[in-house]
């Protein structure tokens, strides 16, 4: 019956390739709800099975699958990488990053991306969707910021929400992670995130919240990281008290990938199925633990009866979701090009338009020039679990190319050497001045391998030309050692050099300069290259020590050198001053901004001095960033008239930015962050990263593990603990409540036209009383432009006279409105007692002191025109 349903559902998508708006009009169909007869059927399934089969499927296997139990009719379910598009199992849809969705503030298009990822699920036979990825952007550096939904719970648990309906209305399991706090890729395995419990209540947790109570979710991911000192996978207070007792999830709490670190533990601190096998949570381990009475096969039984039971309510014993041959669900899917589409054009985000440069009208702009790393290829997401490879992803490039061919010319220069280059055409000193006769194995660099982890002892010695990847000797992966690189550099002009790394993820390195440090890389799961300017003066020969410590097998380092001034290339130069305006594509690729590590704050090397060169050559320069989050702008602001924010735009990207240059299409992207005007000016400087070892335990570890941890990253020896010590006061919280100006505030957006807001009133509901407040605030939005373009009307609410301190505003609700010319909408928001509470860690619970509230009504954090107080009685 219900295969029929979804048979039928499936139907309908292919008949005419549906537009989006076709889309959403469709009947959504979810899980069927749990009932007493389910619960029977899955007491009888567990009947049948014994606690060695109990105890191997709360393990899965081969990576992505949930063991089958045919002697309890239970087949194997197959799960997939998520959140940005079903990634594991071959080309797919590249849909934006989480942050922009969160960008384009329109939980109607999160819906649409869910039914359309969610179909892409069943082309492909899963059961499971590993997404949404809902962790709160605590500060730039966190590497994969770009999946998750931003800094405010609120939008991203409204955006959450309507993402997981739209994938489970497609009969797949959405898994909704990374529970809890995951908010930074540093040391990730070992990091202790540690915070009071109003702040988790408050800005860690309610995007959860809202997925499971309202999106249903039916599973969620266990983080990797400890919170508050214990693995979230053993974390009874989350994974219990929280998650099944408060918020009364049913579903599936699985870990992380390798994030389970007990069998025992884990077993009794909430966690049902261990992924990706059971390590720990296996028969082997917890047959005993089970005999003992340490863990009871009540507490087995219910992670059994968990995962049956989700199975069930999708409908997963009777179909399979093994239909990817059916035509109706394409595997290239046309309806995942529109929706992914739809997203670039909602979340680009327009922050500086100087003399009303965009768009770009033909009659005036004949030549473009498009310029920067990420121009072309395409970059449709971050590095990591959630990369998709896309069928036909649309760079910029093309994208610009595209759509003004025929009335502009388009110029391209990519405007940088790549790394490759860099470290290909680095020529060290060669003391003997004879010419190498092999070119990779000159004497410029002495290479010296020592047996230990000290450069102490006799090294084994040898030569080459370069250092770039595998310059050394290979060895066990176990063996302790280390190398050291010693060269000398010889610069043609005086001026800043840039000295460029690249090494392997869990790779050490420190890089001297004229016996100066001036990179250190510790040793941690992975990394991107790192960079440094030095000055050198011409003639002098500078001397370079690179010390390196690998966890592989093979060492894997890579060393470029150049002047900064020579870095944009002259034909870059050239093309922008030729051009009538000329577009700066910076910010990162998957290699430098991923999963797994941390990304620098400034943009990647050479990328400033691009925009310099090009703003200085242009004076219509329009620059846009691909990134997870916020980026050093201060060298060239001020000198360039346009800035966007594209984020990782999905595959569609370049279609998306061609329409908002040329007019086709408002910018319609409001920030889900707050933008600093530094990365010091973020309350969480201070707190980012974890107090370094002290002496004592240093003395513990086999060796300092700020500099190398080695390749066993999983087993510390201690726990580096980071306390959020700005509490609930993260992103706007911070800047409204402290009055502190960051350079673009959350909520901000500019558009081709322009809005006003009037008429705000408040109105107690009819059931407004003390214990409930309740009330209805409207208000009036009209465009003043004199073009078509969207607003995101935003409600914030603040309590002044609350006991405790808290910010002066924190988003209760907002609303997209797109409006013609001259239109006005009327936007009524409903507010309910969560709307106007506190955490109280004194009573543990939600509390709302009576007195005045204030509520604002606006276009961003800082530009809220309307305020009205309100009395909570
Ligand atoms: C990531 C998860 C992902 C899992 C499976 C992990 O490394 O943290 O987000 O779902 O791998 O690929």
């Known amino acids: 019956m219900r295969s029929l349903v979804l048979n039928f559902v499936a139907a309908c998508l292919v008949s005419a ?10 009947e959504l169909h979810g899980p069927v709800p749990d009932s007493p007869a389910i619960e029977h059927q899955i007491d009888a399934m567990i009947a049948k099975m014994t606690l060695e089969q109990k105890l191997d499927l709360i393990g899965g296997e081969d990576s992505m699958f949930i063991k089958a139990v045919p002697s309890a009719g239970f087949p194997r379910l197959k799960m997939s990488d998520g959140p940005e598009g079903v990634r594991t199992w071959g080309p797919d849809t590249a849909y934006a990053g989480g942050i922009a969705l969160a960008a384009s503030w329109d939980p109607a298009l999160a819906q649409q991306m869910g039914v359309s990822i969610g179909d892409d699920a069943r082309a492909r036979g899963v059961n499971f969707l590993l997404g949404p990825g809902i962790n709160i952007y605590r500060a730039a550096p966190g590497g994969r910021n770009f999946e998750f939904f931003g800094e405010d719970p609120f939008l991203a648990g409204q955006i959450a929400v309507r993402y997981i309906r739209g994938v489970q209305s497609q009969g797949v399991i959405a898994t909704v992670k990374h529970f809890d706090a995951n908010n930074e890729e540093f040391n990730r395995h070992n990091l202790s995130v540690d915070m009071d419990e109003r702040t988790l209540r408050e800005i860690y947790l309610p995007a959860f919240e809202a997925a499971v109570k309202e999106g249903h979710v039916g599973a969620v991911m266990d983080s990797y990281n400890l919170i508050n000192g214990v693995h979230a996978t053993e974390n009874k207070h989350l994974n219990i008290d929280v998650l099944r007792k408060d918020w009364h999830f049913h579903g599936i709490l699985m870990s992380d990938w390798d994030a389970t670190y007990s069998a025992v533990g884990a077993a009794n601190g909430g966690l049902d199925l261990e992924m990706p096998s059971g390590k720990f949570m296996n028969p082997q381990n917890l047959t005993p633990a089970v005999q003992s009475g340490q863990v009871s096969v009540a507490t087995i039984d219910q992670k059994v009866r968990r995962i049956f039971r989700e199975a069930i309510c999708f409908g997963f014993l009777t179909n399979d979701n093994q239909d990817q041959l059916d035509a109706s669900l394409p595997k290239y899917s046309q309806l995942g090009r529109q929706v992914a589409l739809q997203e670039a054009l909602e979340s680009i985000t327009l922050l500086k338009n100087d003399g009303h440069l965009l768009p770009l009208e033909t009659s005036r702009v004949h030549t473009i020039a498009v310029l920067g790393p990420d121009a072309w290829p395409a970059e449709p997401g971050g590095g990591g679990s959630s990369h998709v490879d896309a069928y036909e992803p649309v760079s910029f490039m093309a994208g610009i190319s595209n759509a003004f061919a025929g009335k502009v010319k388009v110029l391209y220069a990519r405007g940088l050497p790549t790394e490759d280059e860099m470290f290909q055409q680095t020529a060290f000193y060669n003391p003997s001045g004879q010419p190498d006769e092999n070119p990779w194995m000159g004497n410029e660099v002495k290479v010296e391998s020592f047996d230990n982890v000290d450069f102490q002892g006799t090294p084994r010695v040898f030569h080459v030309s370069h250092i770039l990847a595998f310059p050394g000797p290979s060895r066990p992966a176990t063996a302790q050692h280390s190398i050291r690189y010693t060269a000398q550099y010889q610069p043609a002009t005086t001026g800043d050099y840039l000295f460029l790394v690249r090494a392997d993820g869990g790779d050490a390195y420190k890089l001297m300069v004229n016996g100066n440090t001036v990179l250190v890389q510790p040793s941690r799961e992975g990394q ?5 300017e030095v000055p050198l003066t011409a003639g002098q020969l500078a001397s370079v020590q690179l010390d390196y410590w690998t966890h592989s097998s093979y060492p894997r380092i890579s060393l470029g050198i150049r002047a900064v001034s020579d870095l944009v290339t ?15 594509a910076v910010g990162y690729d998957p290699s430098e901004e991923s999963e797994g590590f941390d990304r620098t704050y400034v943009l990647p090397f050479g990328q400033d001095q691009l925009i310099e060169a090009v703003a200085h050559a242009n004076p219509h320069t329009i620059v846009t960033i691909t990134a997870g989050g916020n980026v050093d702008m201060h060298r060239w602001l001020a000198d ?40 010091e000016q973020n309350p969480v400087h201070d707190s980012y990263y974890p107090a370094p070892p002290t002496p004592a335990e240093k003395a513990k570890c086999p060796y300092s593990e700020d500099v190398f941890l080695g390749y066993d990253y999983y087993q510390p020896c201690r726990t580096p603990h980071v306390t959020y010590s700005e509490g609930v006061f993260l992103g706007y919280r911070y800047y409204t409540t402290k009055n502190v100006q960051p350079l673009f505030p959350f909520g901000f957006g500019l558009s081709y036209t322009t809005f006003s807001f009037a008429h705000l ?20 939005v009209t465009n003043t432009g004199n073009r078509e373009g969207a607003d995101v009307a935003q409600l914030y609410v603040g309590d002044p006279s609350a006991k405790v301190q808290r910010p002066t505003k924190e988003l209760k609700g907002f609303e997209k409105v797109r409006l013609a010319p001259g239109q006005t909408k009327h936007v009524t928001v409903a507010l309910d007692r969560r709307s106007f509470a506190y955490w109280s860690d004194a009573k543990n619970n939600w509390q709302v002191d009576p007195g005045r509230f204030i509520v604002y009504v606006g276009d961003s954090s800082e530009h809220t025109p309307l305020t009205q107080n309100l009395q909570v009685p």
Not at 17 to 26: D, G, K, M, R, S
Not at 571 to 580: M, Y
């Open 17 to 26: 390739l549906p537009t989006v708006a076709q889309n959403a009009a469709q």
């Open 528 to 532: 991107g290259p790192l960079y440094a």
């Open 570 to 584: 002259p034909e870059a130069k050239k093309v922008a001053a030729l051009t009538d305006a000329a577009v700066v």
């Open 640 to 679: 360039v008239p346009v800035l966007l924010h594209n984020w990782y735009p999905g595959q569609e990207g370049g279609r998306a930015l061609a329409e908002i240059l040329s007019g086709e299409h408002d910018p319609e992207g409001h920030l889900p962050i707050s933008l600093s005007r530094s990365w």
């Open 761 to 780: 009133t408040v109105t107690p509901s009819a059931h407004n009383s003390a214990a409930n407040p309740a009330y209805t605030i409207s208000f009036d």
